[in-house]
Antibody, heavy 116, light 107 residues
Framework: EVQVVESGGGLVQPGGSLRLSCAAS????????MHWVRQAPGKGPVWVSR????????TYADSVKGRFTISRGNTKDTVYLQMNSLRVDDTAVYYC?????????WGQGALVTVSS | DIQMTQSPSFLSASVGDRVTITCRAS??????LNWYQQKAGKAPKLLIY???SLQSGVPSRFSGSGSGTDFSLIISSLQPEDFATYYC?????????FGGGTKVEIK
């Protein structure tokens, strides 16, 4: 069974930082791209970032470029999202997902709230 | 960025109805199109990938078609557990972009 589990969400002040982690199991982690997708309350999902199988290439949505960094630890079957300079409009549930070019297997999500 | 226009945004239907949801891309995306189902408080679930391939474990009443710019998700006979919100997603070119969603509610 494929399992994707996010952790690290919470409340942070505007301008602060947070790192999300995502542990995946049930598939060969090193064979899959990893994605982060977020969903603000009452809104549709928005793709945030993806990283290729060996971590050599990452792509970002314009809204997070320069502030967020995706990385992966293939020895730990884990992917990370380092979020800096957080803004109120970054408040959302952040989903991690395994897939190839697209997110196929999703975690349950981690809530990130940016508020003073 | 590629824009995905999904319609309708809201759909009221009865159990047993045939339902069609469409997605139009602002440029040719070949068949790099997925469909997802999302229920309240849950993560999106992949139903269809590559425009027409059924994800493992998804009931056969779901089907997808299309290529280029025009795509459809069809539910052949709506079941009570199908009442949810559906999204399309293009993965042809980053940034990946979702359609605006279609909420399917009970008539």
């Amino acid at each position: 069974e494929v399992q994707v589990v996010e952790s690290g969400g919470g409340l942070v002040q505007p301008g602060g930082s947070l790192r999300l982690s995502c542990a995946a199991s049930g598939l060969s982690f090193t064979s899959y791209w990893m994605h982060w997708v977020r969903q603000a309350p009452g809104k549709g999902p928005v793709w945030v970032s993806r990283i290729n199988t060996d971590g050599s290439s990452a792509t970002y949505a314009d809204s997070v470029k320069g502030r967020f960094t995706i990385s992966r630890g293939n020895t730990k079957d884990t992917v990370y999202l380092q979020m800096n300079s957080l803004r109120v409009d970054d408040t959302a549930v952040y989903y991690c997902a395994m897939g190839m070019l697209s997110p196929d297997y999703w975690g349950q999500g981690a809530l990130v709230t940016v508020s003073s | 960025d590629i824009q995905m226009t999904q319609s309708p945004s809201f759909l009221s239907a009865s159990v047993g109805d045939r339902v069609t949801i469409t997605c139009r891309a602002s440029q040719n995306i070949l068949t790099y199109l997925n469909w997802y189902q999302q229920k309240a408080g849950k993560a999106p679930k992949l139903l269809i990938y590559s425009a027409s391939s059924l994800q493992s474990g998804v009931p056969s009443r779901f089907s997808g078609s299309g290529s280029g710019t025009d795509f459809s998700l069809i539910i052949s006979s709506l079941q009570p557990e199908d009442f949810a919100t559906y999204y399309c997603l293009q993965s042809y070119s980053p940034p990946l972009t979702f359609g605006g969603g279609t909420k399917v509610e009970i008539k």
